[in-house]
DNA sequence: GAGTGGTCTAGACCACCAG
DNA sequence: TGGTGGTCTAGACCACTCC
């Protein structure tokens, strides 16, 4: 079918998904006014007529604005903008991105210092995540992460060498500044897809509090998080202590 | 279409979903062990046919068990069970259900103690959520929430007055031990949808300690939570300090 | 080339809500 | 009663992976 918009079937090969754009553009027209708060859409099967898509394809895309907050539907009445559009409901604690990207979302310039690595035991929290043998080796990374300079995240990284061996890992260099752990890992195919995550407050002790420019006691925020690929297997298992005064985490619930 | 599981249009008019259904089916089958770890299963048109069912409503059962973490897809090869498929990995944090039901949850009778309940002003904390007006009233219930007996989390809850008129809201009675603010919310109407949640690391001070039966410094975890009706309209905001050393927070991130 | 998952379409029937 | 969203089907073509 022909596509005004030239994202029909035979129009595109590439890019992304259909239903994506569709969103952008309803996206657009709600945030720029032009479908204002508890306006009403046309009908699904009318508005998707003029968007020339069909219905499945734009129920997906006005699906993917109801779980961003901007749409809302009512069965037997129609869908609408929702009366608080503007607001940003997206995740930060639900995101699974990289620390060097966590730092630039929110706006800062990532750093590292005391960057230090060896070849350690099993960590205590995960030992029975990577299996009982308590003599397996894995690559152990101490560093403690800098935005605009200021130290905001002390990291202890382990990844086990069993899914590093055969593979192009290529570890950090000693004056690394925003080497990514993740990228490092995703180039070696080796990527993380999902996290288990324990949220702890903690006391700043000593050894933490002199890397985040604490003073001991101070309050933390320690996540504890196992990392799996998209096989299932464990890669890659985080503690980072969090100074919550200059970066902190939001979760939407539903 | 006829279907041996009753399972097709025509012999269904209620109950769950279609993908819901064939989920379960897979997600017996996978915990069942009836499919093994890193098993693969047949192709989608075959799987489809078998289970009569179209290919559209089984890669939407296939799409629940892969968020689940039981199945993986490897385009061009086939879908297969996750090596790790015992693992649950059910969010905790993400989930939005009312602290009623995360103590029952967490295998714990609910209970309450110093609960009192006033007109209180906007709270602090969500003043430009709520609108520019400081002189708006909220109903405010304190109280601090017991685990088998053992305070775990006390919170502070506001409603604006303004969502309450016109709807016949329940007040708790004085000696509420496993009132539900949710379900009194749910019964007047007014469902919250999603919440953004603000997590905070923070030390008890005398108060929180005294209730939670801390020692004053003890680290504790603040959630600061706006909640949302389906229409967008915020209808809740509540403080909540837990004790993680009883309650622990987890998150699965994507 | 053969087989797999990824995407999109067109159309049907249903449950719900308002008048 | 008519219109809306909710669900499901059948079929098509594409991109990717392996042989």
Redesign the interface.
């Known amino acids: 079918m022909s596509n005004v918009l030239q994202l029909g079937v035979g129009f595109r090969t590439a890019g992304p998904p259909l239903p994506e754009l569709i969103a952008s553009l309803l996206r657009d027209a709600v945030l720029g006014g032009r479908l204002g708060a508890n306006q009403r859409l046309p009908a699904e099967p009318e508005l998707a007529e003029q968007l020339k898509v069909s219905r499945a394809t734009l129920r997906h895309a006005v699906s993917i604005l109801i779980q961003e907050?901007l749409l809302?539907r009512r069965r037997g009445i129609g869908t609408f903008v929702?009366?608080?559009?503007s607001?940003v409901?997206r995740g930060g604690?639900?995101?699974?991105t990289s620390t060097t990207e966590l730092i630039r979302r929110q706006g800062y310039t990532p750093g590292t210092e005391g960057l230090e690595t060896q070849t350690s035991k099993a960590p205590a929290g995960a030992i029975d995540i990577f299996g009982q043998d308590p003599e397996s080796a894995f690559f152990h990374i101490t560093r403690t992460r800098l935005a605009d300079g200021v130290p905001v995240i002390h990291c202890e990284e382990f990844v086990p060498y069993s899914v590093l061996t055969d593979t192009n890992f290529k570890p950090p260099p000693p004056s690394a500044q925003d080497w990514s752990l993740y990228e490092a890992l995703s180039a070696a195919g080796i990527t993380p897809?999902?996290?288990?995550?324990?949220?702890?407050?903690?006391?700043a002790d000593k050894s933490i509090a002199k890397r985040l420019r604490l003073r001991p006691?101070q309050?933390?925020?320690l996540l504890k998080?196992v990392h799996?690929a998209?096989?299932?297997?464990?890669v890659l298992y985080c503690e980072n202590w969090h100074n919550?005064e200059l970066i902190?985490?939001?979760?939407?619930?539903?």
């Open positions: 907050g809302v929702s009366s608080v559009p607001r409901l604690l639900t995101d699974l897809t999902v996290a288990e995550c324990r949220v702890i407050p903690v006391l006691g309050p933390v925020l998080q799996y998209a096989s299932g297997e464990p919550t902190e985490f939001q979760v939407v619930r539903r």
